[in-house]
């Protein structure tokens, strides 16, 4: 057996920090954002759970599929929006009918059946204009969701922190900026429940409190996810 010479042994690596590892790189699809862009067709609710669940794991892995979970999102919220102006056209038609058949039977009806008829056809009518205004209320809400301006703070402090997130996955150094991007997306919050939420992942940050901290964040991600979108962030 050949003896070995001190040279032939490997140097060791003084430089290396145990702390400070590089996020593993991957060519893999991420598989959940295959199954929003398909379910956005198909189921647009699942799809849309789907695409933000998606993007939460990609940020955590780096795995591709970012935009197809971005797509699997916008066509769940088209599809979702095309059903809730569907819907409000029935409940018209709906309406128009119901008035149509109130007036042929008043008119046909005797005198002491026509004032039970009426009261029906106010309660028809009632629940039907009940049920347009409510679904009306629902497309508005998502139509001023959509309407969020790319310049806005929210939208450049939301684009800021999604560019910090994916660096410091590349690299722990980061961690400065990290932090300011998510204060400053904190300030600029649209809602006290979201401030509050990433107010408690910051001090989480602070205290290297990592359950406290993803905790914290995903009580927010799907509406972040969705502010994304409606941010024309890609």
């Known amino acids: 057996m050949s003896e070995q ?15 400070q590892q590089q996020a593993p790189q991957t060519e893999k699809t991420n598989t959940l954002a295959i199954l929003s862009l398909v379910f956005g067709f198909l189921v647009n609710i699942v799809g ?8 939460n794991q990609i940020k955590r ?7 197809l979970a971005i797509a699997g999102i ?14 409000i056209l029935m409940l018209a038609g709906l309406n128009e009918v119901a008035k149509s058949a109130a007036a042929y039977e008043s008119s046909a009806a005797a005198a002491s059946s026509s004032s039970a008829s009426a009261l029906a056809t106010e309660e028809v009518s009632e629940e039907a204009s009940a049920a347009a205004d409510e679904a009306s209320a629902l497309a508005s809400d998502a139509a001023t969701t959509a309407a969020l301006d790319p310049a806005s703070p ?4 939301l684009d800021e922190f999604l560019v910090a997130s994916d660096g410091i996955q590349q690299d722990a150094t980061t961690l400065d900026g990290y932090l300011a991007s998510l204060t400053k997306l ?49």
């Open 154 to 157: 929210y939208c450049v402090a």
């Open 61 to 67: 892995t780096g795995e591709k599929g970012r935009g």
């Open 48 to 55: 849309i759970v789907l695409g933000f669940v998606a993007l």
């Open 186 to 234: 904190r300030d600029n919050a649209p809602t006290e429940e979201m401030r509050a939420s990433l107010t408690t992942a910051i001090d989480a940050v602070n205290a290297s409190d990592a359950a406290t901290f993803e905790s914290a964040l995903n009580e927010v991600v799907f509406d972040l996810g969705l502010d994304a979108v409606n941010c024309g962030i890609e």
């Open 5 to 19: 010479t001190p040279s032939s042994y490997p140097a060791p690596n003084y430089n290396t920090n145990p702390y």
């Open 74 to 87: 916008v066509v769940g919220f088209i599809s979702l929006i095309s059903g809730i102006i569907f819907a």
